[in-house]
Every structure is written in C-alpha cells, then in structure tokens.
C-alpha cells in the first residue's frame, strides 16, 4: 500500500533538484501534489505527472505564499505534508560578502521558510507532517560558507523551537540534515568552475561514502518523515550525509 495514499503534500523549489526528486516520491507514494518554484513550474510539474500542479511563487513575497497556499487547498484540498524546501546559495570570505548577498541568502533560507511555514498554517490538517530542508553546514565548518551555514543553523532551530507550539494540533516539523548532493543549485553558489571543482573534491575527500548523494536518496528519507512511519519523531533531525559529520567530530 502507497504510504501516502491520499494526502496532498507541497512541495517548495519543486522545480529542480531534490524538491523535483521529492515530489516524485511523493506522487509514487500515492500523494496529491503541489510543487512551487520561480521559473519552469509548470514545465517541471509536467514532467513529473499530468496531475501534478504546478505554481510560480517566491517564497520572499508574501503575496506569492498566500496564493500559494489558497490554489492547493482550491484545487487539491487541505495540505496533508509540506516539504519547505527553496533555497539558495553563495560563497565566498566574510571580506566579499555584501549587505544585498547577506540579505538574499537570509531572505530566501530563513526568512522564506518562516513564513512559507506561517502562511501554511490555517491550510494545514491537523496531525500534518513539516519537512525542513537543513544542511549539515550548520553543524561542520566550512570556509566561504558563513551566511549559507547561519541562515541553515536558523532553519535547524525551527524544528525545535516550533514544536512545542504545533503539537496541540498533532502537527509534526523535522528537518532533514542533508549533506553534498549533486543538484543545479551546487553549480550556483558563486565559485569560478575551477574552484568549484577543487571545494567539490575537498568535499568528497570529508565522506566515507566517497561521493555526492543523489536526489532521490534524499527525497526517501524526506518520504518516511512525510509518513505515518515517523509518528514518533518530531524537534529532530535526520542526517542524510553520507557520513560526512563522522569526520568532523
């Protein structure tokens, strides 16, 4: 039996990369799904199932997010599991960060996921399931990450701090504390190809596993939080790392 037979899950920055692998696991698991994103949504949705919706929305603008949240309960009813997923990233030395780099980062990590949660609300079912989209950066220190690892150390918090304040309502948030995964997004985090190949393989010389992760195996674990399986859990996080942090204790 599809574990998620009859829930309706969104699914942000579905669009590409682990969200997109997530919203495939989702549909396969039996869901209704809804994926957001900035550009090629509807592309995206498409590729994934005729019966997937697809909606443009920036999670920086409120207006977006309440759409957002309005279309899927129109369409599909309220929001069974919601995976909160967009974000972005830029790296470089503290010296070359810029006030407009700070605040994008802090704009789309942070402040995007607090408020895509906010907005959800009043469409969430009780007893729903949240998914935090974390990273093991804000546990491992990495040179040329600051803003990106702060803006995820945020994230992590809110699984914990928001909790105590949904359990009334049987509403579960975890995160998932993904480590290096081969994704568009590691191509855009502001390196010259050059130097992205030699952090890439800084990277993979930290992981016992010896390679990047794959979307899909990112998006199983993201599955079993999404379902009944993971009743029990709830405040955590779930490290899907490839052991990476095993080096850096």
Request: no cysteine; net charge neutral; proline share 3%.
């Amino acid at each position: 039996m599809s574990k998620l037979s009859g829930k309706v899950a969104v699914v942000t920055g579905g669009n590409s990369g682990i969200g997109f692998a997530t919203a495939q696991e989702f549909r396969g698991q039996g869901a209704k799904v809804a994926i957001s994103g900035r550009t090629k949504v509807l592309e995206a949705a498409k590729e994934i199932g005729e019966d997937v919706l697809g909606i443009t929305a920036d999670v920086t603008k409120f207006a977006d997010l309440e759409n957002l949240f309005k279309t899927v309960h129109d369409k599909l009813g309220k929001v069974d599991v919601l995976f909160v997923n967009a974000g972005m990233a830029k790296m470089g030395p503290i010296s070359d960060v810029s006030e407009a780099d700070f605040d994008e980062v802090m704009a789309i990590n942070f402040k995007g996921a607090y408020f895509t949660i906010q907005k959800a609300l009043p469409y969430l079912n009780d007893n729903a399931s949240i998914i935090l989209n974390g990273s093991v950066n804000s546990d491992v220190g990495f040179a040329g990450a600051s803003v990106y690892s702060a803006s995820k150390a945020a994230v992590h918090s809110l699984a914990r701090t928001l909790s105590p304040e949904f359990i009334g309502r049987g509403i579960r948030i975890n995160t998932l504390n993904i480590g290096p995964v081969n994704t568009p997004l590691f191509g855009k985090i502001g390196l010259p190809q050059q130097a992205l190949e030699g952090f890439a393989n800084s990277v993979v010389a930290k992981m016992p596993v010896n390679r990047f992760g794959n979307p899909e195996e990112i998006a199983k674990a993201a599955a079993f939080l999404a379902s009944s399986d993971s009743s029990f859990i709830l405040g955590s996080e779930i490290t899907t790392d490839g052991g990476m942090l095993l080096n850096s204790l």
